[in-house]
């Protein structure tokens, strides 16, 4: 799998650059994993922290240039140090010891061919928790169909239905087509949201919208399309 990083065509940018060789594209990655902080986290929607927390990984760099990012040293400086894809794999399986509910990836669509290489080697090892792709919704389809087997839920922030928006706030171009077309796929893999007993998320599609001041067409634009679009 590592060959797909050396024309890398993960996310919609399209780079193509070697990053086996060190080379980086729009987000600023290499081959090496790189991450800002796994721990139990207690503050995402309560059918996914619970009272246990979630056993969060947040990956370094972006995709988005997003100017209201709110992990903007991680995201946009690359706070962070690098892990091998063993040491990954452990970290899954560490959250899992510590009684997380999940396992949650924040922006993980750079590192989604090593993290498929740690989730191998972490189920070989008793990892059974859900698995939670926690995303900016800025992919490629292709990228999410390798995912296929390996997320429970997916969980996208579906951020602009304008163009112009996405280009001006966090310079990306095409990003609604891009984004439904992945949350499409998502849905296809996934389906509806299916919860325990206890109200957690074990499967399923978990759609968020960040409400843009002043942009309220382009928020009601984005509830047509899930309302048209996320049934069966």
Known sequence: MNKLLEQCKLCPHNCKVNRLNGQIGRCKCTDKIQIALASLHKFEEPCISGTNGSGTV???????????????????????????????????????????????????????????????IAKSKGLSIPIIYNTNSFENIETIQMLDGYIDV????????????????????????????????????????????????????????????NYIQNTKNILKWIKENMRR
Do not use: W
Request: hydrophobic fraction near 35%; include cysteine.
């Open 58 to 120: 947040f990956f370094s760099n972006c995709n988005l240039n997003c100017i209201f990012c709110q992990n903007y040293e991680i995201s946009h400086l690359g706070k962070g140090h690098e892990i091998t894809v063993d040491e990954l794999a452990n970290i899954f399986l560490e959250q899992q010891e510590k009684g997380a509910h999940n396992i949650n990836l924040v922006t993980p669509t750079m590192y989604v061919v090593q993290i498929i290489e740690a989730l191998k």
């Open 154 to 213: 997916y969980l996208p922030d579906l951020k602009y239905y304008s163009n112009d928006l996405s280009k001006k706030y966090s310079k990306a171009n095409n990003y609604f087509e891009n984004a439904t077309n992945a949350i499409k796929e998502m849905y296809k893999q996934v389906g509806s949201p299916e919860f325990d007993e206890n109200g957690m998320i074990k499967k399923g599609v978990i759609i968020r919208h960040l409400i843009l001041p």
